[in-house]
């Protein structure tokens, strides 16, 4: 026969360490989900301003287009359609990409909570797919307001959402993501990270959002950049592209390894 209480005693141990972690940090948790309020609203804010632009897009390109023919001649104007043009293929492929993604993890989240009678599922569900709409680190941010939710209701079922949450984001990396959002931005690992640490640190959580497709967009601006550079070197020293780049070959591929272009 099995004594339950040896169990029980280092279960209540680890519980008591939880709930003075929950105590201490506390403040940081309210603190956090204040900055999160005001960021989504920001961003519903924007959502409705963007609304009325578009009621009036046509008047709105037309007037730009005037003055761009006004401004610039026809070849610059052509570069800069283009760019404005995968500017708005990357910004759209990814946000769609991953406003779809959390849209997917939200409705998984509250199907698994529903299933092992957690408490909150609504809250926690919409939660954690708002924070999922940022890379790497969104789901650990809504992880740790939901767990410290659950755990006031029920520690024991707040050890379990954990495991949950490892599942979820398991099936959610290397299934849902990869087959939603692919390659739609190019950039290496480190690459996003460094996007997402910068942008954070400036931006806040909308910069967390959008600094994925920000750097994707720099780093095209950079590549055709050094492409240029080469070949117009190139062309002074009546050399090939390739014979340029011979030259310093492991530092030019690193860089671009780097960038993923």
Known sequence: VIDIS?????????IDLI??????????IVGF???FVVQMSNIILGLVFAGYILCSKEFIFAQ??????ALFKQDRLERIRSEVAFVDKT???????????AIIVGIVTAVFLTIFGMPYVPLISVLVACTNIIPIFGPFIGAIPSFVFIFI???IKAIWFIVIILVIQQIDGNIIAPRILGSSTGLSPIMVITAITIMGGVFGMIGMVI???VFAIFAKILYEKT???????????????????QRCPLAYHEAMRMLNV
């Not at 972690?21 to 403040?27: C, E």
């Not at 492409?227 to 780049?245: C, F, N």
């Open 211 to 213: 600094g994925v497709p």
């Open 19 to 28: 709930y003075d972690l929950v105590g201490k940090f506390s403040p940081y």
């Open 91 to 101: 910004f759209g492929k990814y946000l769609i990409g991953t406003f779809t993604d």
């Open 227 to 245: 492409e240029d550079k080469i070949a117009k070197k190139a062309r002074l020293e009546q050399l090939e592209p390739m014979e340029v780049v």
């Open 33 to 35: 989900l204040g900055s």
């Open 153 to 155: 209701s029920d520690p």
């Open 64 to 69: 730009i287009n005037k003055g761009m023919h």
């Open 6 to 14: 040896v169990l029980s005693s280092p279960l209540n141990t680890i």
